[in-house]
């Protein structure tokens, strides 16, 4: 089945620089890429997803970039902000409804 | 915004007795999902419901497990007979949209289920 690989555990930035998370998985057949931000006392909230025919997608200060050959997918988040300290998740779908999920990344978002 | 609500938020019960977890889906939403995620691993899919029905399970949603919609607003999941690695973060989620856009599902803030 479909596994999702999640690199750094956690990240350190300065307010303002970018910070990046990279995903990795397995399964070829997976068509869809959510992205996760869940805060402290919340469920996972989607805040942007891509799908496989797409290889940038881009939502203000987010984007994502999908790699099908090299089955690698990523998160920039340019301009952080100290609201965007939070865990984050990726994740990849292939057939059917279920999601697979990458063990999250801790972001802290430094004054 | 909508959102899906659950409860209790914390659910603390014994070995062996069952429990009833609460969600309360968007109102137009088509999808329900039941995700768990135990202390420090991935987040988990459980099941999917579609139309009254199980559309999609997971190995671990086995007989010990059901889901119900009693009344077109509620979504519960029943666990007959807990046991300590039920332990985790129980997730509720739905989607209003169909086909492939259905996985872009909301999530409720969850219940944290303890079992002793």
């Known amino acids: 089945g479909e596994n999702v690989e999640q690199h750094p555990s956690t990240l350190s930035v300065q307010e303002g620089d970018s910070a990046v998370i990279k995903c990795t998985y397995s399964?070829?057949?997976?068509?869809?890429f959510p992205w996760y931000k869940q805060e402290l006392g919340k469920g996972p909230q989607l805040i942007i997803d891509i799908r496989s025919n797409v290889g940038e997608k881009k939502d203000q200060r987010i984007a994502v970039t999908l790699n099908k050959t090299a089955k690698h997918f990523s998160l920039h988040i340019t301009e952080t902000q100290p609201e965007d300290s939070a865990v984050y998740f990726c994740?990849?779908?292939?057939?059917?409804?279920?999601?697979?999920f990458g063990k999250g990344t801790r972001l802290h978002i430094l004054p | 915004e909508p959102e899906v609500t659950q409860t209790p938020s914390h659910q603390v019960t014994q070995m062996g007795q069952e429990v009833i977890l609460r969600c309360v889906p968007i109102s137009n939403h088509l999808y329900f999902y039941w995700y768990r995620q135990i202390l420090g691993q991935k987040v988990e899919f459980l099941v999917s419901f579609y139309n009254n029905e199980i559309s999609e399970k997971s190995e671990i949603f086995d007989d010990q497990f059901s889901v119900e919609r009693p009344d077109g607003s509620n979504f519960t999941l029943k666990i007959r007979s807990t046991k300590l690695e039920d332990s985790a973060m129980y997730f509720c989620?739905?989607?209003?949209?169909?086909?492939?856009?259905?996985?872009?599902?909301?999530f409720g803030p969850g219940t944290r289920l303890t079992v002793t």
């Open positions: 989620a739905s989607s209003r949209k169909t086909g492939t856009a259905r996985k872009s599902c909301s």
């Open positions: 994740a990849a779908s292939p057939w059917g409804d279920k999601i697979i």
């Open positions: 399964d070829s057949a997976s068509n869809y």
